[in-house]
């Protein structure tokens, strides 16, 4: 797996979710945003501290987290 030195969780910050480092910007709102089908240049346009890459690692942790999760669907 790819470093993810961009995301840091605090308990002290919006209440240790997820976040990108240096912002309280979280996780699920980028992840909410691109499942909305936003741009990621729309996404950076609404937040300007954020960056291309701060994007792709939400993605690359959203991955991982349920990389190992087996959820029932419904067929």
């Not at 030195?5 to 992840?31: A, K, Y």
Request: aromatic share 6%; hydrophobic share 45%; charged share 15%.
């Amino acid at each position: 797996m790819q470093t993810l030195d961009r995301i840091m969780s605090n308990p002290n910050i919006c209440l240790g979710q997820p976040v990108i480092r240096g912002t309280r910007i979280t996780l699920s709102v980028i992840l909410k945003l691109l499942a909305a089908g936003k741009p990621v240049a729309e996404i950076i346009s609404a937040y300007p501290e954020l960056t291309p890459e701060d994007i792709y690692q939400a993605l690359r942790y959203a991955a991982w987290a349920v990389s190992d999760q087996q959820l029932p669907m419904a067929v």
